[in-house]
């Protein structure tokens, strides 16, 4: 009975996560995508200055902002793959 509820509540939060609403061309584009390379580059600057404790504290709250974007980006990123892997086992499956 245990494990029955503990699959269950997985399959809940599985499709909790599924981007069901995205095509499989856009959920490839995302599960693929990359922050713009001036982003990157800024990222780059920021992270060596945050080293030595040189950035003033308008570009650490920028800094900051970025490190979110980047972690929000990953998160969509990762759902993208799941939604994905879970389609092309759905369609292995029949």
């Given amino acids: 009975m245990i494990a ?3 699959d269950s509540c997985v399959m809940s939060n599985l499709n909790d996560e599924l981007l069901t609403s995205l095509s499989i061309e856009e ?6 995508g ?6 990157q580059s800024q990222l780059e600057n920021w992270l060596e200055r945050n080293t030595t404790d040189s950035l003033t504290p308008e570009e ?3 800094f900051d902002r970025l490190l979110t974007q980047i972690d929000q980006l990953n ?3 990762a759902r993208a793959r799941l939604t994905l892997h ?9």
Avoid: G, T
């Fill in 4 to 6: 029955l509820l503990s």
């Fill in 27 to 32: 959920l490839q584009i995302l599960a693929e």
């Fill in 34 to 39: 990359i922050i713009s390379p001036q982003k």
């Fill in 60 to 62: 650490a709250e920028q």
């Fill in 75 to 77: 998160i969509l990123k």
């Fill in 86 to 94: 879970h389609l092309n086992q759905a369609s292995a499956i029949s």
